[in-house]
């Protein structure tokens, strides 16, 4: 241990020299990862996981999706809101509780049950399907926009 110590000691230049390529070339790697947050990208094609993304995809058009919470707003806003989200392009589906019950029916008529998940402390929620996989760049540009124009992303 004292080697080591007296080696420190006597090289501290160089130690700091090669500390600093390190952390300069940590920065460049970092800068040049991209984060994926699809682990499907990572796997083999013939797990059936990877198998079933591919049929969504492929023959349903629903290969991601999102879920947009919405605060304080009536369900006339939120119908509008839907209806702005269905016009970007990428996007399949959306869909909400106002979907079923439109901007007349009051939420205080459906059981509690369902208000604590679709309509829990003012705060809606909004699905959203795109058409192609999660880790598509359309897709990932796509979320971006639905998130600016909901305010929620």
Do not use: W
């Amino acid at each position: 241990m004292q080697k080591f110590t007296d080696f420190i000691c006597n090289h501290t230049k160089t130690i700091l020299y090669i500390t600093l390529v390190l952390i300069v070339l940590s920065i460049i790697g970092f800068s040049l990862t991209k984060v994926n947050y699809d682990i499907l990208v990572y796997l083999p094609e013939e797990i059936e996981t990877v198998k079933g993304q591919d049929i969504l995809t492929d023959d349903f058009d629903m290969g991601a999706y999102s879920i947009a919470t919405i605060k304080n707003a009536k369900n006339k806003d939120i119908i509008k809101l839907e209806e702005a989200i269905k016009q970007i392009e990428g996007v399949n589906e959306v869909m909400s509780i106002y979907d079923i019950l439109g901007s007349s029916i009051p939420l205080e008529m459906l059981p509690n049950d369902i208000i604590n998940i679709a309509h829990k402390d003012n705060t809606d929620l909004i699905f959203i399907t795109f058409s192609e996989s999660t880790s598509a760049k359309k897709t990932r540009s796509e979320e971006r926009r639905v998130g600016k124009e909901c305010n929620c992303g």
